[in-house]
């Protein structure tokens, strides 16, 4: 079961918790309005809640994640909660309440897991779809390379639909990375044709990469990029994202009308910054810029591309601009991704075993609570 337990900054992790040997837990920390913004995001079968008091301020954050997350079983752990606030639980769809002593933990999560494992009959499995920007430091940091890959892992699980729309305007190259095949529709076929956009359509127009991978390709012209506003591409954005599972948008260093749009409709952004002093100065102006926009700091998430051993002095500068945000690291691949952009295949599917794949699939797995599965030697001999 994939867990994922939401505490205050400081919060001590109590003694007691031991989780089944098939579980996967992860403890962030972080501030209760940033609750939803950041579970959201990591789409986890049970959400554990510990470590706030103030009854009022979590009970409307709980009842956001409701809302947003019906297929998340949500367990608060509060300390002698009062009647109305276990009412409005009930209400919203919370089942229990923890106490905080953790050992007491063991039957409540079991309780889960038995659902989680034996659904009603004719459920299914429900996902929410998740819009996900990559934003560029500077040109050449690698914020195509890295969305196309993470996309591909994401494909791995077959139960997943994946969407990558290239929005790296003007020319983006996204298709590169993915197919050798040319690319009949782009980005600007499909906001001419979003006003009489049905699933069917939409599946005659998308590029299929897999069975559960597709594709939009930035347009190849410029007269057909100045055709583009930014309220068919949010349309368009609308109308797909019941339809897939995950929706990686490659924005590169787009800072134009339809790439500042856009970062109000993504529930998380990427921002990548290679190993250089000015790549790491522009991803702390794009931070401040997106806070000066007034967007949650909970979607932000930061990549440092091309990493050969440690990096120290970009490192201490990295924590310096953000001291509470993670830092993943990406390993330089030159001859991989050469080979890549020639053979028109993403790296992680065509060296599996590279550190960079292992980087990005640890990642994604992160995301969709599904590790990446190398495949068996009989699939690559039989690929070859």
Known sequence: MNIFLYAPPNWPMPTGFVPHKNDRVTVVHGHLADLLDTVLFRQPELLLVAGFDDAPALLLQLERVAQQMGHTAVLPVFAKPE??????LMQMGVREVLPPDAALWHEALARVRDRLHSPSPGTPVQRASLKVGFLSAKG??????????????LAKDTAAKVLLLDLSLPFGDADVYLTRKPVEHDLADFCNEVNR?????????????????????????????MGIEPAQVEQLLAFVSPLYSFILIDLGSNMGPVGLRMWEQLDQAVVLSSVSMPSLRRLNQIKQLWESLGLSAAKLNFAMNRVVGKSDLELTEFQRIYPQKPLHLLPADVPGMKASVVQGTPLVSLQPRSEYTRAVAAWAADWSGQPMKDKSIWQRLRKK
């Open 83 to 88: 009647p109305a606030f276990l009412l409005r």
């Open 140 to 153: 050449g940091d690698g914020c195509t390379s890295l969305a196309v890959n993470m996309a591909a892992a």
């Open 197 to 225: 956009l049905d699933e069917a359509l939409l599946a005659s127009m998308v590029t299929p990469i897999a069975d559960n991978f597709h594709f939009i390709a930035s347009p190849a012209s410029f007269e057909k990029i």
